[in-house]
């Protein structure tokens, strides 16, 4: 019997399921697996889409029909339960404590982390966090 893998996704997966952008298609092919993530990322997710939505890249209704997918989609862990860690992270990292929140989940479930963002795939680079990174 085969166990299923838990990945925790950040933001920079997730929108690309429901904007076309690069490696949307290798993003869509995580979708039905073990997903998992931090309640934040529905912020980020809302907060990327209104930006589209004031360029006019996606319309209004595209915007609001994504969240209550997206909650369907990943299991969704309170930040609030990762915040201390997060902040450690993001002060040894250097880097914003958003994504810190995304790491600290991933170490929490010895998962690994999938994400499209080079600069935080960087900022692991020589850390404790650098064996729990994928890039997308």
């Given at each position: 019997m085969?166990?299923?893998?838990t990945l925790?996704?950040d933001t ?6 429901y904007v076309?952008e690069?490696?949307s298609?290798r ?5 039905g697996?073990?997903?998992?993530a931090?309640d ?11 930006k ?5 890249e996606?319309?209004?209704d595209h915007a609001c029909a ?6 369907e989609?990943?299991?969704l862990?309170?930040?609030?339960e990762l915040?201390e ?5 993001a002060?040894?990292?250097r880097?914003p ?9 991933a170490?929490?479930?010895?998962a690994d982390?999938v994400?499209a ?5 960087h900022?692991?680079r020589g ?6 990174i994928?890039?997308?």
């Amino acid at each position: 019997m085969s166990r299923a893998l838990t990945l925790v996704v950040d933001t920079s997966v997730a929108l690309k399921w429901y904007v076309e952008e690069p490696e949307s298609e290798r993003a869509e092919a995580l979708v039905g697996g073990g997903l998992v993530a931090p309640d934040w990322m529905l912020a980020e997710v809302a907060n990327a889409l209104w930006k589209k939505v004031m360029k006019g890249e996606i319309t209004r209704d595209h915007a609001c029909a994504v969240l209550p997918h997206l909650s369907e989609t990943v299991a969704l862990h309170p930040a609030t339960e990762l915040a201390e860690a997060a902040l450690e992270a993001a002060l040894e990292l250097r880097h914003p404590i958003y994504d810190g929140l995304f790491l600290v989940l991933a170490e929490e479930l010895s998962a690994d982390l999938v994400t499209a963002d080079l600069r935080l795939i960087h900022a692991c680079r020589g850390t404790r966090f650098e064996s729990r990174i994928r890039q997308l």
